[in-house]
């Protein structure tokens, strides 16, 4: 699944291709791309014909465009393989396409193409968040994620250390930071030389936020070059790939020495995934003696 790098990317590609340009026709060829959407596919199309998208939003890996009149917005969906792309109006339909916009300037199309069919798109209202932002209904209980200008550090941290669960498993919790996802997880707690099964309730402050600051640098770093892409399925609206699975230091690269240390990196079993670390630079900490009853 895409996590924050490749969903900024693709919202920049939005807010350059698709903003401020007027619907003319909506086209839905995959009952699944519009399932999110309880009124159904024609309710869709009709209510998406003549509107004008005027923002390109994210929020963590969640993205939306903000319809005119700021009342409701186009939520999409990515799912594992979701892309949406800006293709010339005559080029050849893709495979997997499931829904298509065109627009009143007869310029390139906004398509939304999905090979195993997880993602899809839908009309929300925007409600206020809580803490002076307007986001989709559907992503409302979505923290903000480390980039965003609002994200509050401090009581990150306090929450962090309130979990009691492993470290790595906090940082994947979307209500309490968006936008890591495994591989960032993975990067950003090599950086911090902290095995990803730490105990949060063990973190200092100055800890929790050395590991946010790696989180924010290694997505920073990422979105530079476009993100991360294995293969062709994560791509920016023009089809182009991100490079970053070059500056990748664990992740993925099981057996592979550590760029730190030279030590064989490990691939452990998380939550049905790998969590990939260096077992020397990210030593497991030696579990805490029970109190002595006597």
Known sequence: MPELPEVEVVRRGLADHVVGRRITTAQISHPRAARRHVAGAADLVARLTGRTPVAASRRGKYLWLVLDGREDALVAHLGMSGQLLVRPAGAPDEPHLHARLRFADGGPELRFVDQRTFGGIALEPLVDDGAGGRVPAAVAHIARDPLDPAFDEAAFVRALRRRRTEVKRALLDQSLV?????????????????????????????????????????????????????????????????????????YGRQGLPCPRCGTPLHRDAFAGRSSYRCPRCQRRAPARRPADSR
Do not use: Q
């Open 178 to 250: 968006s936008g890591i996802g495994n591989i960032y997880a993975d990067e950003a707690l090599w950086r911090s030389r902290m095995h990803w099964a730490t105990p949060t309730e063990r973190l200092t402050p100055a800890r929790t936020r050395a590991l946010l600051g790696h989180a924010r640098d290694v997505m920073r770093e990422a979105l530079e070059v476009g993100g991360t892409s294995f293969d062709a399925l994560y791509v920016d609206v023009t089809g182009e790939r991100g490079y970053f699975a070059r500056e990748l230091a664990v």
